[in-house]
């Protein structure tokens, strides 16, 4: 059986803000910096076996990856379909905003002018179902809390309730069974 192990980017300026950072390219805190640091330490500290880091090619995880990398020696790319969704006008609000949140219950609200939730799992999804196929290699997929649900969900049900309200920690490591 394959396992894949994922984690959020570190702390952003927008987290400390509550903001919904989306698709906007957020950089990294100096907190955000050193949980990736610490991250990598956590990965050799526990002989955790990755063989290989797939990261979002936003500013923020990707610097969360290379941390990672240059800690562990693990090699590091970026991975495109890793990117979080778009989140449309409500980039830049309030993450627990009362309009956003009846929005995320909707799959198919693209958020005027971002992406679906729908659209969002089928390319995590495919993502997955990749990785899945390659039997000989362990990945880390450094990404974002967006990414987490649709990971969660693949591996697990979850009510529409579960997986609006599902998050993790800024560097929380998460291990999947295949």
């Known amino acids: 059986m394959?396992?894949?192990?994922?984690?959020?980017?570190?702390q952003t300026i927008w987290n400390v803000e509550n903001k919904?950072?989306?698709a906007t390219d957020i950089a990294l805190t100096e907190l955000g910096h050193q949980q990736a640091e610490e991250l990598g330490r956590k990965i050799l500290a526990e002989g955790i076996q990755i063989d290989e880091i797939l990261a979002s090619p936003l500013v923020?995880?990707?610097e969360t990856a290379r941390h990672v990398s240059e800690v562990t020696g693990i090699p590091m790319r970026i991975e495109e379909r890793l990117k979080e969704q778009n989140f449309g006008r409500y980039e830049s609000t309030p993450r627990n905003g009362e309009e956003f949140a009846r929005a995320k219950g909707?799959?198919?609200n693209s958020f005027d002018g971002g992406e679906t939730m729908l659209h969002l799992a089928q390319r995590i999804y495919n993502l997955l179902d990749d990785v899945k196929k390659d039997e000989e290699k362990t990945y880390l997929l450094v990404a974002h809390n967006g990414i987490a649900?649709?990971?969660?969900s693949y591996f697990e049900d979850m009510t529409n309730e579960e997986y609006a309200a599902y998050g993790i920690r800024n560097c929380e490591i998460l291990?999947?069974?295949f």
């Open 2 to 10: 394959g396992k894949v192990y994922f984690t959020r980017h570190g």
């Open 20 to 22: 919904i950072c989306g």
């Open 60 to 62: 923020r995880a990707a």
């Open 106 to 108: 909707n799959f198919i």
């Open 149 to 152: 649900r649709v990971i969660r």
């Open 175 to 177: 291990s999947f069974t």
